[in-house]
């Protein structure tokens, strides 16, 4: 038996795979990350959960925010992007995002993306939630992260010096004796070469594995967002944050109080061309609840939902775009028509029942500026990785353009840092495998105590609950096992955050503290996994100006 055999017997590795770099994700982060990883001359190994098309990036619907119209500025973004953020943005990381951005979206135009255009030919730009400028770039009206998928897995795959393994899910972080990262160890589903348990070694480790919708019961994400990359980290001693910031997008289709997993999203851009929430009586009452009415914030129009929906005794609210008529949705709103007509629902003449949804994590695995982890070796871009940027709420179709940005600025940083390839150390794993069957029983204790209302009693019942889950038994080393493990401890660390921030806040919302607490909590919760296993969890001062 090899030393690394030897070494790695706790994952038992079937087959090695080595390269330069290592990229964990198929979304416009990893995609990205790696393209400008061949662009320095390094050999990368691009692992994806499922196929290298299906990242969560085709989701997206709206588009991409950036200042590129010559009425906008960086400086204009930014202000939107803090006052979204509640006083918890990293400014420096938000100045970043916005003064590089317009360089990364045409990037993105040259490597193939086609973006919708005006009648002049420029780039047509529409408005989102919290915008106070048109910024939004789209494409096949609001098939934007279909077409900068395509045109980034297009490229990739031109790429020889791109190996991609698909169907595989990264388990553990492989560290060498002095801590930095040195690979992981993954499980392959298929066949071939590349199949079953393997360690992929590198002494660059990027992940961008998107985010953990499926924590949730009802969520916009799709099946393969278990949280793989933050609980990775997690596991390997890395610093999360912020996890108590979870966007539940305001306007998700109502299909029914049984209805679990992935649902259709109708992007917040409806509103942005004119449509607008009405309640069970008919009354469009965002209007009072905001100066930007329909196009406020995301955390403001789900919690005015909430709260007219808690009200009115209702199970959703109705979205009217029948002003928009029948060529907008049409030419705007192709793929949005086509999910509702599917389901019965004319947009064109009937009111779309929606209701908030969970759709998007502010925080993830700590980064500094350029997209570092604490781990040496390991670094973060994407949703799985918290940059700061957005606070303690996202400001509308930022989070596409802060995967092309610090993807950029990793590659710059990897170019730089010190690296060598040394032989790893078997990595811990997680200490108890949990069965796939505690999933659904984990997700009906998150929406039940831990959604978009929260409180001292509802975070501590689901703490409980979720403790009482940790002792299932039964599991096997499989792909679902995993998935559920991943998905158990980002929901123990995302309710330990919870209930320790004693405020309301952006996308956290205590009903027992409904005020903004500055003086107690204009900081960032940070945790990790000491030497003793245990979680250990501090607090990040946040500088730079007020919101």
């Known amino acids: 038996m090899s030393g690394l055999a030897r070494r790695l017997r706790a994952a038992d590795p079937g087959w090695t795979a080595r390269a330069d770099v290592i990229v964990v994700g198929s979304g416009v982060a990893g995609l990205s990350a790696a393209l400008r990883a061949r662009a320095i001359g390094r050999t990368v190994l691009l692992v994806t959960k499922a196929q290298v098309n299906e990242g969560s990036t085709w989701w997206a619907q709206g588009g991409i925010a950036a200042a590129l119209a010559e009425d906008d500025s960086p400086e204009d973004h930014l202000r939107d992007t803090l006052v979204a953020g509640v006083g918890l943005c990293d400014v420096d990381a938000v100045r970043v995002l916005v003064t590089e951005g317009p360089a990364a979206v045409r990037d993105l135009m040259t490597t193939?993306?086609?973006?919708?255009?005006?009648?002049?030919?420029?780039?047509?730009?529409?408005?989102?939630?919290?915008?106070?400028?048109?910024?939004?770039?789209?494409?096949?009206g609001d098939a934007t992260g279909a077409e900068v998928s395509r045109a980034l897995v297009a490229a990739v795959r031109d790429d020889p010096g791109i190996e991609v393994v698909e169907n595989a899910l990264a388990i553990d972080l492989l560290r060498e004796d002095t801590g930095a990262a040195q690979g992981i160890t993954l499980h392959v589903m298929g066949s071939g070469q590349r199949d079953g348990v393997g360690a992929a070694l590198a002494p660059t480790v990027i992940l961008a594995t998107g985010g953990f919708g499926q924590v949730f019961g009802q969520t916009t994400n799709p099946y393969v967002s278990t949280g793989d990359g933050v609980a990775l980290a997690l596991r390997a001693g890395a610093d999360i944050a912020d996890l108590e910031f979870v966007q539940f997008h305001p306007t998700v289709m109502w299909l029914g109080p049984l209805a679990q997993g992935q649902q259709p999203l109708v992007s917040e851009a409806v509103r942005g061309e004119g449509a607008v929430l009405l309640d069970a009586s008919g009354s469009a009452f965002m209007r009072d609840e905001h100066p930007l009415a329909d196009l406020a914030p995301r955390d403001v129009v789900a919690k005015a939902i909430m709260r007219r929906m808690r009200a009115e005794g209702s199970a959703h609210v109705w979205l009217d775009g029948r002003r928009l008529g029948a060529d907008m949705w049409l030419q705007r709103f192709p793929t949005i028509l086509e999910s509702?007509?599917?389901?019965?629902?004319?947009?064109?003449?009937?009111?779309?029942?929606?209701?908030?949804?969970?759709?998007?994590?502010?925080?993830?695995?700590?980064?500094?500026?350029?997209?570092?982890?604490?781990?040496?070796?390991?670094?973060?871009?994407?949703?799985?990785?918290?940059?700061?940027?957005?606070?303690?709420?996202?400001?509308?179709?930022?989070?596409?353009?802060?995967?092309?940005?610090?993807?950029?600025?990793?590659?710059?940083?990897?170019?730089?840092?010190?690296?060598e390839a040394r032989e790893p150390v078997a990595p811990a794993g997680p200490a108890d495998l949990l069965p796939h069957v505690v999933r659904r029983p984990m997700q009906q204790v998150m929406d039940a105590h831990a959604g978009v209302l929260r409180s001292a009693a509802s975070l501590s019942r689901g703490q409980d609950d979720l403790a009482a889950l940790a002792a299932a038994d039964g599991a096997a080393p499989s792909t679902e096992d995993w998935e559920s493990t991943n998905l158990h401890q980002i929901a123990t660390v995302l309710v330990r955050q919870a209930l320790a921030r004693e405020e309301t806040r952006g996308s956290h919302w205590r009903e027992d503290f409904p005020d903004r607490d500055d003086e107690r909590w204009r900081c960032r919760l940070v945790t990790r996994v000491a030497d003793d296993g245990e979680l250990v969890t501090r607090k990040e001062p946040v500088f730079g100006e007020d919101s």
């Open 112 to 140: 193939g993306a086609r973006f919708d255009r005006d009648a002049s030919g420029a780039i047509a730009l529409t408005r989102e939630g919290g915008h106070h400028r048109d910024r939004i770039a789209h494409a096949g």
């Open 340 to 419: 509702c007509r599917s389901r019965g629902i004319d947009p064109v003449t009937d009111l779309i029942p929606v209701a908030p949804a969970q759709h998007f994590v502010s925080g993830g695995i700590r980064t500094d500026l350029w997209g570092r982890a604490s781990i040496p070796g390991l670094y973060a871009c994407g949703e799985v990785a918290c940059t700061g940027v957005h606070g303690a709420n996202r400001l509308a179709s930022n989070s596409l353009l802060e995967g092309l940005v610090f993807a950029r600025r990793i590659i710059s940083a990897v170019k730089e840092d010190p690296v």
